[in-house]
């Protein structure tokens, strides 16, 4: 549906710059954006190209000006967009109840609001809570439970025990307590440890698509409130990690391993076992962590260092050829003077 720009900056808290009653139908990035359209602008280069697209109106924060284009100024124009996005593309909805072909063990207990799609299994003992959606193939475990408007995408598996929070949304294949990676070693085979945790993801957690959590071996696999997990991560049995932290794609956390709240792990990070990464630590991409981090510590590089040390030595090695030909050099001049010196 349209929304005047007015609407739209009440909305945003923000205020309009040019006519408010302008309707706009729609969100486009500048590059295809056509007449009706909002857009947005974060910095100079971007404003520039927005005020050239065919867009409507744009979104911007700071000093911008424009006579061809209205604009709705807000305090953060990224912030901005992604509360707007909602208004033109609102998520799906999906219809109360349970498809026929759903298997609901008798002792699982759903709440009236939910939706289960087809062909979905709930285990024995379940428990679903008010406006939670269930979507094709998923599996449920015997005893696990689901707050309130908990969302499960096609085919996620959630072994048995398995807890999940209010609002927790996880994506297409992804798997929540599976076995951890146990074993010991006795006359010459690996033995397997049984493991008999389970896991714990609490509100507002967002889980990508074909994450892997191990439940715990003893205990809890534990994943804080907020805490949002891109595609493709592996937690490893009894890794705990805190509120509010960021997991990017591929990162692998190994187990017992303990994050703290608003930790960054960047792509490819690997982290190693029994490891305490403190609050607000960043992990770069393809870092390889083998001893804990402090708080707010900021590390890169395998295995990872201190940003600042690694990067004198990524500079150091830069210069490496340089150095080495310098000490080629010296080298033969000293011979020069030794071989003169002698005659």
């Not at 005893?143 to 048995?160: F, K, R, S």
């Amino acid at each position: 549906m349209p929304f005047t720009a007015d609407e739209i900056a009440r909305h945003l808290k923000g205020q309009v710059q040019g006519n408010g009653a302008i309707q706009l139908t729609g969100f486009a990035p500048a590059n295809t954006a056509r007449p009706g359209d909002l857009t947005f602008a974060e910095n100079e280069k971007y404003f520039a190209a927005a005020e050239q697209s065919a867009a409507s109106a744009i979104l911007v924060d700071g000093e911008f000006g424009s006579a061809s284009k209205v604009l709705i100024k807000v305090r953060n124009a990224r912030i901005a967009f992604a509360k707007v996005l909602p208004l033109f593309f609102p998520p799906p909805t999906f219809a109360l109840g349970i498809h026929p072909t759903a298997i609901i063990a008798a002792s699982a207990k759903l709440d009236p609001t939910v939706h289960i799609g087809p062909w979905c299994v709930i285990g024995e003992r379940v428990s679903i809570g008010p406006r939670s959606v269930v979507q094709a193939g998923a599996c449920v475990g015997d005893d696990c439970q689901l707050g309130e408007e908990a969302h499960l995408y096609p085919n996620v598996t959630l072994y048995p025990c398995t807890q999940l929070g209010n609002r927790v949304m996880v994506h297409a294949g992804t798997v929540i307590g599976s076995d951890g990676f146990g074993y010991v070693f006795d006359e010459g085979i690996h033995f397997k440890v049984q493991q008999i945790g389970n896991v714990i993801i609490h509100d507002d957690v967002e889980i990508g698509a074909n994450v892997t959590i191990d439940r715990g071996a003893l205990g809890s696999t534990i994943v804080g409130k907020g805490t949002k997990i891109d595609n493709l991560v592996q937690l490893g049995h009894n890794v705990i990690i805190g509120e509010h932290c960021i997991l990017v794609s591929q990162a692998g956390i190994a187990g017992s391993t303990k994050l703290g709240n608003y930790v960054t792990l960047a792509g490819q990070a690997g982290i190693a076992g029994h490891l305490k990464i403190g609050d607000r630590a960043i992990v770069a991409a393809q870092a390889g962590v083998m001893n804990d981090i402090p708080e707010g510590g900021k590390y890169i590089g395998a295995p990872a260092q201190p940003d600042r040390q690694m990067k004198r030595q990524w500079i150091a090695l830069r210069n490496m050829p340089e150095l080495m030909q310098r000490i080629h050099e010296m080298e033969a001049r000293l011979k020069e003077l030794e071989n003169r010196k002698n005659e």
